[in-house]
């Protein structure tokens, strides 16, 4: 997959691998199956990234469009009822503020990997 803004790429052994590390850390932080976790990035390898490794943590992710004006951002936010969020955006982590969100993780945090 190619990054049409950034040109970036990621083969689909990396999509595998990074995809792996970020379920696992997932699941460290809680994530149980069944669970919604808000996905809020741009279209690009990070998004797949998580989508994937949400799923593989057994989770249900929940894409939320980070072009979203804020208060329909919020809105969705909250009907989520998620506790998890991945997102590097300030405006979808002060839309989340007063949501059942509790866990915010960015991209580096699944680049990063279990701890």
Do not use: H, Y
Not at 50 to 79: E, H, K, Q, T, Y
């Amino acid at each position: 997959m190619v990054d049409p803004g950034t040109g970036l790429a990621i083969t689909e052994r990396q999509l595998d691998e990074r995809s792996a590390a970020a379920a696992v850390l997932l699941r460290r932080r809680g994530v149980c199956a069944g669970d919604t976790v808000l996905v809020c990035l741009p279209v690009g390898p990070d998004l797949l990234v998580a989508a994937d490794a949400v799923i593989a943590a057994g989770g249900v992710a929940c894409p939320v469009s980070p072009d979203l004006d804020p208060g329909v951002l919020r809105d969705r936010i909250r009907a989520s009822r998620a506790r998890v969020m991945i997102t590097d955006l300030c405006a979808a982590r002060e839309a989340a503020d007063e949501s059942r969100v509790r866990i915010v993780l960015g991209v580096a945090d699944l680049r990063d990997g279990p701890s």
